[in-house]
């Protein structure tokens, strides 16, 4: 999904909750039902190291339990490959649509036209 369609998929089905994992910092993002991840560095309560996928990835599954059917957009794609490259982002990507399906939630990730096509495509076939 193309990134600049963020919005609308946040407002998309107001009834689901939502678990935002962005570079936007907090604040940018406001609703009530968005749980935001901020991909940040910089140590902030609403933050988690981009070099700690693991607790990324926690964090998404501990909202997933609790909240059951969410719907998790991954709006951080490019900034992760750059942090951990193409491999073991869409490695990830493919453990959030496992635990997407699990708990019966949806997996949206977008992108921006800095994606070439061979990545795109992988892309494509791991969140079908």
Do not use: C
């Not at 501990?62 to 909240?67: E, F, G, P, R, S």
């Amino acid at each position: 999904m193309d990134y600049r369609d963020l919005y609308s998929l946040l407002h998309k089905r107001p009834e689901r909750r939502k678990i935002l994992i962005t570079r936007r910092p907090p604040g940018e993002i406001t609703g009530g039902n968005v749980y935001s991840i901020w991909l940040t560095k910089v140590e902030h309560p609403g933050g988690v190291d981009p070099s700690r996928l693991h607790v990324l990835e926690q964090t998404v599954w501990d909202q997933m339990k609790v909240n059951g059917g969410v719907d998790v957009i991954l709006d951080a794609l490019e900034y992760l490959m750059m942090e951990h490259g193409v491999e073991q982002t869409l490695r990830f990507v493919s453990r959030l649509r496992d635990m997407a399906m699990i708990m019966n939630s949806r997996l949206y990730v977008t992108v921006s036209g800095g994606i070439d096509e061979r990545t795109l495509a992988l892309l494509r076939r791991l969140i079908e």
